[in-house]
């Protein structure tokens, strides 16, 4: 069966909503994206709530005029996720119930990737982090990692140009050093290429562990404290949180977190950046993650009232105080 034939089978819809993330397909994408053919001080407050719509929109980069797109019903402007992270879960599986080869699996993964990422520019998302590749994941079978390698190349050559337009900004975190040599000159290039552009943040997680990602702080923290820079009792929240890989955006710590495909854990994703994040599990395999499953999710998260740990009026209080 041909790839292009898949839209013809009909998509598995059920979903189970819960509050969290982690992934396992592979990245970049864009609008109209196409698939190239394969060959072989301790803080003491959480982080603010997101701005409201109506304030001033920062400067696009290379999208200048690009503004945020009518919402969905039912969804508030005004409490739109500045920072959305994704565990997108349930290639191999989707291609598995059709009968197809699992890299058709990760091709359409990229295709679903590409019309979230478009949602979340047009809606006023700021920052959307996706897990791509675990540092557990080098133990799948060679003959696989070698094909998401390859795609993720392609898709880094394919999009760059897109993403340069519409002022997207593109960031990868995690181990590089495992990547082939090719993929971390092209990981460089588009991060250098792209470093100006801010109407959007996208982050992929490559070879990335959370677990890791909080020693790696701990250990450059140590270096400090050995060459004198800092003392211990220098050492902070927000002197970890400076350490992190995604101290590379402006919003480190994700508002909502989703994961595809019915898992519900985390599975070593973003571990101390994700302290206050709201977690939301639904059944879809990641490549049927549609519209509609992204709106039920920001519709679920602008439900629920982020106390982080204080009482309801002490809430409200800080989220009004942060929006001021």
Wanted: aromatic share 8%.
């Amino acid at each position: 069966m041909q790839l292009s034939n898949v839209s013809s089978i009909p998509r598995i819809q059920s979903k189970l909503y819960v509050v969290a993330v982690s992934s396992k397909s592979i990245p970049l994408p864009h609008k109209a994206l196409s698939i190239p053919s394969s060959s072989n001080s301790t803080l003491k407050t959480p982080p603010p709530p997101p701005p409201p719509m109506d304030q001033e929109q920062p400067s696009t980069g290379g999208a200048s005029g690009l503004q945020p797109q009518p919402l969905p019903p039912g969804l508030r402007g005004e409490c739109v996720p500045r920072h959305v992270a994704v565990i997108m879960d349930g290639n191999a599986r989707w291609a598995r119930r059709r009968g197809l080869p699992q890299h058709a699996g990760h091709e359409a993964g990229v295709r679903a990737l590409g019309e979230l990422l478009q949602r979340c520019c047009d809606w006023g998302i700021r920052v959307l982090t996706v897990f791509a590749f675990s540092t557990d994941n080098w133990s799948r079978p060679k003959v696989e990692v070698e094909f998401l390698m390859g795609l993720f190349e392609r898709q880094i050559k394919a999009e760059l140009e897109n993403f340069m337009s519409e002022g997207i900004r593109v960031s990868v975190i995690g181990d590089s050093s495992k990547l082939p040599k090719s993929l971390q000159k092209l990981i460089t290039d588009a991060a250098e290429a792209t470093k100006h552009n801010s109407r959007f943040h996208f982050i992929v997680a490559v070879s990335y562990s959370g677990q890791y990602d909080i020693v790696q702080a701990c250990q450059a923290i140590s270096q400090r404290v050995k060459d004198g820079l800092i003392r211990p009792e220098d050492i902070n929240e927000s002197l970890v949180e400076q350490e992190l890989q995604t101290k590379c955006t402006e919003f480190p710590c994700p508002d909502l977190l989703i994961r595809t495909s019915g898992e519900l854990r985390i599975s070593n994703f973003l571990l101390w950046q994700m302290a206050y994040t709201e977690l939301f599990f639904v059944n879809s395999l990641w490549p049927d993650f549609g519209e509609a499953d992204f709106v039920e999710a920001l519709k679920s998260y602008q439900q629920r009232q982020r106390r982080y740990g204080g009482r309801d009026s002490l809430a409200n209080e800080l989220e009004i105080d942060r929006n001021r």
